[in-house]
């Protein structure tokens, strides 16, 4: 077999080729022409003279374009959460033939069998996943392209007993009623002494899916959305500490054309949290819209097999916020009912569930 010794490439876009060959003989020596030399564009044209030989011969290779390889760079929120925290996986794709697609799933370290997290094969680029028990999980991120490759990401999360109580979501909304396409802000605030991140999300109450305002688990504690059309909307804060614990505070906003002339009563009280273990503070917080200010709150909880209500402090005060300790597991219902001015009462329940 003949080698060449000199080699002269039409296509600078092909030195690369003309490389690779020099390597594999220590007689090759090359030069790449300028492009304006190239013949055809979609061929190299290789230019050569054999060793010991003024003879030049000249081969036409096809240029052939070659996606780079699929990628799964997919990350998870957290590695670390305490039972009833919510885990959010991102989706993030990058080479192969694009037009990606996402399937999330997750199951039991030590189990066989995976269950999915939402629809299999989504464009949407984030799932969020919420154990319900303690172990050790396997989360799996699997992105396809518009070729049908595959690539997966596997992420190992540990779920320990008992919600961090080193600090509180006290996040803030400016109005829980508005009309159409009026600012709805918000502010992020956490009761504690570490650093933290914030991450803000809407959605119609309604749907499942929560859709992510601005950017997610970022320095930034404020952010605002401006809903377009009238309707019942769920709006959350979720923050998050430097060992992964993810505390939420959700808010009801109601968008409406007649918000202005509208004057019935809103309960737009919340609790801290509804799924906690034995021993909890449950803290609830009393807010109204509408009707006539100022309003007055009282807080109740129950089993939620029993008949009868038990006060948290006292009825129909000022207070805005209280708290109750629940130390036995089981199902509770807290209930707080709001009374303005005109005597007009809303009251509005919330189901806890206490773990042992």
């Known amino acids: 077999m003949k080698s060449f010794c000199n080699i002269a490439l039409r296509r600078t876009a092909a030195f690369l080729l003309a490389g690779i060959i020099a390597a594999g003989s220590s007689y090759v020596t090359a030069a790449a022409l300028d492009d304006n030399n190239a013949e055809n564009e979609n061929t190299i044209a290789i230019t050569g003279s054999y ?10 290779l096809p240029i052939v374009e070659i996606d780079p390889p699929l990628r799964n760079y997919s990350k998870v929120n957290s590695e670390k959460i305490s039972i009833g925290s919510r885990i959010s996986l991102t989706g993030v794709g990058s080479g192969g033939a694009g037009g990606y697609t996402y399937s999330y799933y997750y199951k039991r370290t030590d189990a066989k069998l995976w269950y999915t997290i939402g ?64 600012k709805i802000k918000l502010t992020g605030v956490a009761e504690g002494t570490g650093k933290y991140k914030y991450a803000f999300y809407y959605k119609r109450t309604t749907a499942r899916q929560w859709y992510i305002i601005g950017t997610e688990f970022s320095d930034t504690n404020m952010a605002q959305f401006t809903p377009k059309t009238e309707g019942e909307f769920n709006v959350k804060v979720d923050i998050i500490d430097e060992n992964g614990e993810i505390v939420s505070r959700q808010f009801a906003v109601s968008i ?6 509208e004057t019935s009563m809103k309960n737009r009280s919340s609790v801290d949290t509804e799924i906690a273990p034995v021993n909890s503070r449950i803290t609830i917080t009393g807010a109204a819209t509408r009707g006539t200010a100022p309003y007055k709150y009282a807080y109740y909880y129950k089993r939620a097999a029993a008949k009868n209500w038990k006060v948290i402090g006292e009825e129909f005060s000022d207070a805005k916020t209280a708290s109750v300790k629940l130390r036995n597991e089981g199902d509770f219902i807290i209930k707080v009912c709001v009374k303005d001015s005109s005597g007009a009462m809303v009251s509005k329940n919330f189901d806890v569930t206490i773990t042992a």
């Open 51 to 60: 060793c010991n030989s003024s003879e030049w011969d000249q081969y036409e």
């Open 256 to 261: 409406s054309n007649d918000y202005a002339i």
């Open 119 to 182: 629809e299999e094969n989504t464009t949407e680029t984030s799932a969020r996943f919420t154990p319900t028990s303690v172990g050790n999980f396997e989360l799996k991120v699997v992105t396809k392209d518009a070729d049908g490759d595959t690539a997966e990401k596997k992420f190992a999360v540990s779920v320990v007993d008992g919600k961090s109580t080193a600090f509180k979501n006290n996040s803030t909304i400016n109005v829980t009623g508005a009309k159409p396409g009026t």
